[in-house]
């Protein structure tokens, strides 16, 4: 039997889809390493587990090796140390390191999750990708913003899901991040050019160092532009047929900046821009599954476990790439704000209008759906409060039904 220790610090939705795929796994037996108390987790998951172990912060690379230790003596071994979140991924590197259990090493983990690392890495290797400084103090910040530029973006160096990231459009912008971040040594601040253009994914698989399989999505529009913009219902793409352009333009670009950052076996999520005639550029990339619940259109645009084949690869090294047979799309249902006075400010779900519209002229196409509910609190991510999943054999059909579907559904709130 292979063991397996997955670390979960909460019992979060997406999380838990994994690691019930991992439970599934024919020839493994799995221990869980999290900070809530076993008796959260479902009973159906409980009850496949092999042991536990709970700790006060799973972020600390010394408190996972103990635990991976005291569950390696439950389980007789640790053959495969794993975790979904991208905050986690270098803690697990190390851990693995000093344990000797096979996987991401710590050196490709910090190139996936220190950003302006990364950045460094794909110039160094020629891959096209914003100009960027990690800055120290306000002063070389400034400096920066000089030489190239606005509008700029900054963010934390080890950010996620674009949280913490602004566009910043003029010194007096810059004046006020600098005072609320206040960037120096061990707290630094990532800035970087500004890149628009239509904003795409690219998810691959390598195992032993090879490319095995590779998908492109859509975003519509960018997360960034969600994020500045309150009224935007983000919407994701994949489309059926991933030969010709754009996706020619990037294919070998996303193929070499993996090969760079050093990734041998294991799943990666690369955002990317097209540029038009200025060609494509690199966002970021991480060494885990996508977000934004990319695995489950992943899994209805192949009729493939997603969830099932990422276990399979992090704890056998094994994947078979699955046909593409359908495009799938999401759209994430916000919630309106009635004025500008609201904005910024705490609120829950008040309505949704249009639902059965939308069911008349659109039900045949939904798979999946998740609809926001009266006084539901509103988040801050662009994934909002709610989604619903479209998929048909037709791209235009799936993206013409989303578009369709933010016009029609409305979330309003108090």
């Excluded at 409980?46 to 006060?56: D, F, I, P, S, T």
């Excluded at 220190?114 to 002063?139: E, Q």
């Excluded at 910040?141 to 973006?153: D, M, S, T």
């Excluded at 004046?175 to 040594?185: E, I, K």
Aim: glycine share 10%.
């Amino acid at each position: 039997m292979h063991g397996v220790v997955f670390v979960a610090p909460f019992f979060l939705e997406t999380t838990l889809r994994f690691l019930d795929a991992t439970l599934d796994l024919p020839g493994a037996q799995v221990g869980l390493v999290s900070q809530e108390p076993l008796e959260k987790l479902p009973r159906g998951l409980e009850a496949k587990l092999a042991a536990h172990y709970r700790v006060g912060d799973a972020l600390d690379t010394g408190q996972l090796s103990h635990a991976t230790r005291t569950l390696s003596e439950k389980l007789g071994s640790v053959d495969a140390l794993i975790g979904v979140l991208e905050h986690l991924q270098v803690q697990l590197a190390e851990v693995r390191a000093e344990l000797g259990i096979p996987g991401v090493d710590p050196e490709t983990a910090r190139n996936f999750r220190d950003k302006a690392r990364m950045k460094s890495v794909l110039r160094a290797a020629g891959l096209p990708c914003a100009g960027h400084h990690l800055a120290s103090s306000a002063a070389t910040a400034r400096e920066f913003a000089r030489a190239a530029g606005y509008p700029l973006v900054i963010k934390p160096p080890a950010g996620a899901g674009a949280k913490g990231t602004h566009r910043i459009n003029a010194d007096s912008e810059l004046d006020q991040a600098l005072a609320l971040y206040n960037p120096r040594p061990g707290a630094e601040l990532l800035l970087e050019e500004f890149v628009s253009g239509d904003e795409y994914s690219f998810d691959s698989i390598v195992v032993e160092g090879r490319p095995l399989w590779h998908s492109f999505s859509r975003y519509l529009p960018s997360p960034l532009q969600v994020l500045e913009n309150d009224w935007i219902q983000w919407c994701v793409l994949l489309p059926r047929e991933i030969a010709g352009p754009p996706f020619e333009k990037f294919r070998e670009t996303g193929i070499r900046a993996v090969r760079a950052l050093g990734l041998e076996t294991g799943l990666s999520h690369m955002e990317w821009f097209d540029r038009g005639e200025r060609g494509v550029a690199v966002s970021e990339v991480g060494a885990r599954p996508p977000g934004a619940r990319i695995t489950t259109l992943l899994s209805y645009a192949h009729d493939f476990d997603f969830y099932r084949g990422w276990a399979r690869l992090m704890v056998f090294g094994e994947f078979d790439p699955p046909e593409r047979s359908f495009a799938a799309g999401a759209a994430y249902l916000r919630a309106q704000r009635s004025g500008p006075e609201l904005a910024g400010r705490p609120g829950r779900v008040a309505a949704i209008q249009g639902l059965d519209r939308a069911q008349a002229e659109l039900g045949e196409l939904v798979v999946e759906a998740r609809l926001p509910e009266p006084g539901q609190p509103i988040g801050d991510s662009y994934e909002g409060e709610g989604y619903v999943i479209l998929r048909h054999p037709d791209t235009e059909v799936v993206e013409a039904g989303l578009r369709r579907l933010i016009s029609l559904v409305r979330v309003e709130a108090d």
